[in-house]
């Protein structure tokens, strides 16, 4: 079966730097859009990041431009955010997720929390 595993959550300060992992495997990885979405206890599911299914092309919420990365490894089936300039109000559950068709997810982590302090 598909699992998407994600790691790398965790509590830091403000200004601070977190990675997040998201390995996938039971799926054709490189057919797949890869995305990281956000929720806050409470709050509907946010976009965060997506890429392409070569790497070649990506796409960010506003609020995260400038300061996340998303980037891929096909060969190892991974998909990685890169979260630099964090901010207390990046603190969320955070999602990686599988998509066959722009848009629509097919599949989803369990989720990682991150907690940006001040």
């Known amino acids: 079966q598909v699992q998407l595993v994600e790691s790398g959550g965790g509590l830091v300060q403000a200004g601070g730097s977190l990675r997040l992992s998201c390995e996938a495997s039971?799926?054709?990885?490189?057919?797949?859009?890869m995305g990281w979405f956000r929720q806050i206890q409470g709050k509907e599911r946010d976009f965060v990041a997506s890429?392409?299914?070569?790497?070649?092309?990506?796409d960010y919420a506003d609020s995260v431009k400038g300061r996340f990365t998303i980037s891929r490894d096909n060969a190892r089936n991974m998909v990685y955010l890169q979260m630099n300039s964090l901010k207390p109000e990046d603190t969320a559950v955070y999602y990686c997720?599988?998509?066959?068709?722009?848009?629509?997810?097919?599949?989803w982590g369990q989720g990682t929390q991150v907690t940006v302090s001040s």
């Open positions: 997720a599988g998509a066959f068709a722009w848009g629509q997810y097919d599949y």
């Open positions: 039971g799926l054709t990885f490189s057919s797949y859009i």
């Open positions: 890429i392409s299914r070569s790497g070649g092309s990506t």
